[in-house]
């Protein structure tokens, strides 16, 4: 095979594998009714979805979910596999997650029927937090598997999950990654409905530079993923430093090992260089390029820049920081501890609230229904903190990071167990 034609083989790759036709199940926000969806693309689901659910809103005004009220965007659609159940949101929906729907279904039961009866009413109000310890103490007597990491060892913990990660710290890897990268879908929303960003021309050049950054900085330090991944656990006091982390090589569903550079960049790198071996036969001359190519490889970035977001910034004049010091938030076992209210310096409850999801497919189960909390809160605090600098003639790159740190890194986020989530104002 020729250079060329090898070149523009592994060129093609890449939007070939995009266009291969793949099925999905897709549901709306009532879960009345699940469909079938083969597509193509991200584009072509969301108008086949709108079609079959009877839809009427522009496609571009729906939202997709994942079962566990992950927002999904384009390239992050690309990463799914097939048959993943996808939730259609039109504007004005709320998406319940399925532990959402077990909570109100729980507390319906115990509101609705449990205190009906006087015996039942004594036992949920005489001494409630010794029964709750002891019904956890049950539910986490089994510690047999705890210690397994493969599928293939644990394969009731991967029972019914739609993915195709071969292990439990990869799977829990990536679910962090969906809470991380739901607050900055959540954080860009909340920024481009403002009147500041719709209204101010300046501002909303600052505010595109600035969500530029967050998305280049969340893809150097891996969505923190390692969060709940208990193979980067701490394990001695050298992990406590502040030094980067360059070392680890993380997991092939992490956005930071997708592409970024053009077609032309990556022709120039990887086959128009001074080939590394020894191989005397090999060209490096740019002249040997047949025209026909060239004129395809120009057209298919005239493509890209027509299609591409005419919202982008030009340049972000933020520097992104090295990958800081991976650490993860349980300890080496998988263990996660309830760090309390926003406003306390621990959880009340002591080891009452903790939690190990990879025990059992029980306690994942139940772990989704923690919460990573902002103690200094997103919506009300840090986004129009956001705005307001955007409007400054000129923004303290340092302002940058301290929002950044904020909405994303434990600086400001804590695991919380339900009855510690404070979803009231934190004044």
Request: include cysteine.
């Amino acid at each position: 095979m020729s250079l060329i034609v090898d070149c523009f083989r592994r060129l093609t790759e890449g939007s070939y594998c995009k266009s291969e036709l793949k099925g999905y199940k897709v549901t709306d926000v009532s879960r009345t009714r699940k469909i079938g969806i083969a597509c193509r693309n991200f584009q072509d689901l969301k108008q086949k979805a709108c079609s079959k659910l009877n839809v009427t809103n522009d496609p571009a005004e729906v939202n997709v979910f994942l079962l566990d009220g992950s927002l999904i965007d384009e390239e992050y659609f690309y990463t799914l596999e097939p048959q993943t159940t996808l939730i259609l949101q039109k504007p004005g929906e709320k998406v319940l997650t399925d532990a959402d729907i077990l909570y109100d279904a729980l507390r319906r039961v115990n509101i609705d029927f449990l205190t009906a009866g006087d015996k039942v009413a004594q036992f949920l109000t005489e001494n409630l937090k010794a029964k709750v310890a002891l019904l956890n103490k049950a539910l986490n007597k089994d510690d047999s598997k705890t210690a397994l990491s493969m599928k293939d060892e644990h394969p009731e913990w991967f029972e019914n999950l739609e993915t195709n990660c071969t292990t439990k710290e990869a799977y829990m890897h990536r679910r962090c990654q969906d809470r991380i990268r739901t607050y900055l879908y959540k954080t860009i929303e909340q920024i481009k409905s403002s009147d500041v960003y719709i209204n101010d021309r300046k501002a909303r050049e600052q505010l595109l530079c600035a969500i530029e950054f967050f998305k280049l900085q969340l893809r150097e330090d891996h969505y923190f993923g390692y969060y709940f991944d208990r193979s980067r656990a701490k394990r001695d006091s050298k992990d406590d430093s502040d030094e980067t982390d360059s070392s680890f090589q993380c997991y092939e569903h992490c956005p930071c090992n997708f592409g970024h550079i053009s077609d032309e960049t990556y022709l120039r790198q990887r086959y128009l260089r001074l080939p590394e071996s020894s191989d005397t036969n090999a060209t490096t001359d740019p002249a040997t390029i047949d025209e026909t190519d060239a004129r395809k490889l120009k057209e298919s970035e005239k493509t890209e820049e027509e299609t591409a977001n005419n919202e982008k910034p030009k340049s972000c004049p933020y520097h992104v920081k090295p990958r800081r010091k991976q650490i993860a938030i349980c300890d080496k076992k998988g263990e996660f501890k309830c760090a309390g209210r926003w406003n306390t310096n621990g959880c009340a409850y002591g080891d009452k609230h903790k939690i190990n999801p990879y025990r059992s497919k029980e306690e994942l189960a139940l772990f989704s229904t923690w919460n990573l909390d902002h103690k200094i809160e997103r919506s009300r605090t840090l986004v129009p903190l956001i705005l307001k600098i955007s409007r400054q003639d000129t923004i303290n790159e340092q302002d940058i990071y301290d929002c950044y740190d904020n909405l994303f890194t434990v600086k400001n986020l804590r695991l919380v167990h339900i009855v510690c989530h404070d979803k009231g104002s934190h004044k």
